[in-house]
């Protein structure tokens, strides 16, 4: 009888534990679920943590685009040292200055994931530390493995960042939830959303690329 006993006990945690692992399968968004199972972008990453690495990963975004540039470079157009309050905007702003498109996501994973599984690397700004040291810095996040949950990021130092799904959106959230892609003015975001496109373009109009704002905004109308 005890032995019988012991068995079904056994039998009962292992169910549990499948159940367990079922239900955190599931808790990824249907959004999510829909896209490809692992996705990892490459692409030019200029290692640093100078600045919260925001030159670096903007350099590393601008080479990926087919500009030639590198992170020392940027530093005098964004005004560091010294503007480093000013760094996300002036980041945005110097995008926009070689012909760039910053078109803004929605902070939630589902939407960030879909740019990556369309090919496009999502520039990021997350909280990086602990509870006893915590500090923003920029990234790119360049892909996501569904199953594991976790997604791929290419930050400070690291190449290959990998960080949970619950752990991201949380270090994302902290730090404002601020997310970009920086595209071509004929590269379309997937699912695009018409009147955030048109602002963009707006916003890259009036930093002086007329050209590529029109071409923005026909890309758009050709869709």
């Not at 902070?107 to 700004?125: D, E, I, K």
Request: aromatic share 6%; net charge positive.
């Amino acid at each position: 009888m005890v032995r019988v006993f012991s068995r079904v006990r056994s039998l009962v945690l292992v169910v549990g534990c499948v159940a367990g692992l079922a239900g955190c399968a599931g808790s990824v968004a249907p959004e999510i679920k829909r896209l490809p199972e692992r996705v990892e972008l490459s692409g030019t990453f200029y290692r640093g943590v100078a600045n919260q690495s925001g030159p670096q990963v903007l350099a590393s975004m601008l080479s990926q685009q087919g500009i030639v540039i590198t992170p020392g470079l940027l530093e005098k157009p964004l005004h560091l040292p010294g503007a480093e309050a000013q760094l996300q905007q002036n980041m945005q702003n110097l995008a926009r200055e070689y012909g760039m498109v910053v078109y803004p996501l929605d902070s939630n994973l589902p939407a960030l994931l879909t740019q990556v599984a369309a090919g496009y690397p999502v520039m990021v700004r997350f909280t990086e530390g602990s509870a006893f040291w915590a500090e923003p810095r920029y990234a790119i996040l360049a892909g996501y493995n569904r199953q594991k949950q976790t997604v791929l990021l290419r930050s400070g130092m690291n190449h290959r960042e990998l960080m949970g799904f619950g752990s991201f959106e949380s270090a994302l959230k902290d730090a404002g939830g601020w997310a970009v892609l920086i595209q071509k003015p004929n590269q379309l975001p997937a699912n695009v959303d018409q009147q955030r496109w048109l602002k963009a373009a707006s916003d890259l109009a009036q930093a002086g690329q007329e050209q590529a704002a029109a071409t923005a905004k026909k890309a758009l109308n050709a869709q």
